[in-house]
Structure formats: C-alpha cells, structure tokens
C-alpha cells in the first residue's frame, strides 16, 4: 500500500471525511492513480451508508443526501467508471424510505428516472430487475396502476431472461433474485384491488411460466429458485390457490435433477424446502429427499 493509500483509507477507517474532501481539491486533477484511489475511498463511504441505512442505523433525509456529493465526487475523479446514475438512483430510492421522507412518490420517480439513464449507458440484467422493482413499488406508493406500467415491468423482466444473468456465489444471495421478483410480483397483483389484478396475474403466470421452465432447461437450479419463491408466495394465499400452488412446486422438485451447489447454507435451504413440502403433501418420499445424505457438498 502507498502512502497515499495509507493516508486515505486513514480518515476512510477514522470516518474524518472532511479531510477526503480537503484531498479531493488537491487531486482531482492530478495522477489518475490517486484519482482512482480517492474514487474507492468515496464509494467505500458511499457503499457503507447504504448499508448503514438498511440496517436501521441511520433513517434521515438530511444525513442521506450527503451521498450525492460522495456519488458526483466519485464520477469527477473517475470518470470512467460510469455507474454515476446508479448511484444517484440508490440515493433517491433511500430517500423515497427514509423515516421522515416528505414525498416518497417524487423520490421513486427520480429513482426510475436515473435508472432509465443508467440503463441507456449500459444495459444490464441486474439494472433491468432493479428498474422493474422500483416500477412495481411506484405502483405501490401512488396507488395508481394502468394497463401500460404492467406492460412495460413484464417486458423488462423478460428481457432479463434473455441477458442469461450470471450466478455467482451463494443461490440465497443475488443468483435467482430476478426469478423471485417475476413470481413475488405475478402474485402482488392478486393482493391489490385493481379490477384488472387477475387478468395481470393471469398474464404474468402464463408469460412467466414459459420463460421459467426455458430458463431451467439450461440453469437446473432455476428449479430451485423457482419452487421456493412459490413456496413462500404460498404461504398467504387462499387455501384453494394453496393446494394448487402445492402440486406445481411438487411438479418442479420431481423435475429438477440433482444439482450441484457451492454453498452449505444452499442445501440446507434446498432440505427445508423438501421439508416443509413433505409436511403440507404427508409425503414421506419428500421428507427422504430433504435427509439424503448423498445430496450434499462434494
């Protein structure tokens, strides 16, 4: 480490942020590499409050915004790293939740706003679920819903089926996230009270439905993703819709094939989704499955 690099992650570690600010008038157009350096430091800061912040340990507008300036010194430094309105968006999406937000609607929207822009600099799996997210919870929040706003979430998370996104890590982290967002939502239309809410969880079934099944032809542990997501839709619904919901997880676990996973936790998760399925279903063979010892890390 250098002792820039000393210096920097210093006050990053003892959080004396004026003091990066006071270094930022010195570099910002000085050597790209201190450049880069400052750059991480403020996106550590940023990265740290952000979590900070769903974490309940800080909830106000005034304390959140300061991550604009942190965003727009992180762009100036390196500019090359072009993820500015993304940045930009997670800090509107903060204020829309904060404890004393004042307009939650207009923070939403500025959210999907730099998420649309961000969106045209580079498209990316991650940033369409993002978008299609803040969409859907913009309904939420305005209470307001047409027939072109369900149109246009569907088509986004289609178009996330054919990015292929990447899995990477642990199944319970970002791996199947898009694939619990499509069944979460397809589902939110029933708790709603628009007229229309069966006809858009009708449509979304069907669509989705297909791309899932497309999906865990290739990627096997879609079948996962996608029973544990119904699995835990399942568990507020009606009991007709219930024991539907039951055969077609049932369907999906006798049709998924042993898959190789690369965390412990993921097939603990995976044996108490058989579990909880053999107790609803008085299925003894299930409850075998979720006790394989031959179904484990190698």
Not at 81 to 90: P, Q, S
Request: glycine share 4%; charged share 30%.
């Amino acid at each position: 480490m250098t002792p820039f690099e000393e210096e920097v992650y210093g006050y990053v570690d003892n959080w004396e942020l004026d003091k990066l600010d006071a270094l930022f008038e010195e570099v910002k157009d000085g050597s790209l590499e201190k450049r880069e350096v400052l750059s991480d430091a403020y996106l550590s800061c940023f990265g740290q409050c952000h979590y900070d912040f769903y974490s309940q340990k800080f909830t106000k507008m005034e304390e959140v915004s300061q991550l604009f300036d942190w965003a727009e010194k992180a762009y100036v430094l390196s500019p090359q790293d072009n993820g500015l309105h993304e940045l930009r968006a997670r800090v509107y999406e903060m204020l829309s939740l904060a404890e004393d937000t004042d307009d939650p609607v207009k923070y939403n929207a500025q959210c999907i706003e730099e998420l649309r822009k961000q969106i045209e600099i580079e498209e990316s799996a991650a940033l369409l679920v993002y978008l299609s997210e803040k969409l859907f919870q913009h309904i939420e929040f305005s209470g307001v819903c047409e027939d072109a706003q369900v149109a246009e979430i569907k088509r986004l998370l289609v178009r996330v089926f054919a990015l292929k996104p990447i899995y990477i890590g642990s199944m319970l982290a970002e791996g199947g996230y898009h694939i619990g967002l499509c069944i979460r939502i397809t589902y939110a239309w029933l708790k709603t009270t628009y007229p229309d809410r069966t006809k858009w969880h009708l449509d979304y079934l069907s669509t989705f439905s297909t791309e899932l099944q497309l999906s865990a032809e290739s990627e096997p542990k879609d079948y996962y993703y996608w029973a544990n997501e119904l699995f835990q839709q399942m568990q507020c619904m009606q009991p007709e819709r219930q024991e539907v919901i039951l055969m077609e997880i049932k369907r999906l676990l006798k049709t998924m094939p042993e898959i190789y996973l690369e965390e412990a936790v993921d097939y603990n998760s995976l044996g108490h989704l058989y579990a909880n399925l053999a107790y609803r279903l008085e299925d003894v063979s299930l409850y075998k499955t979720a006790l394989n010892p031959d179904y484990s890390l190698e």
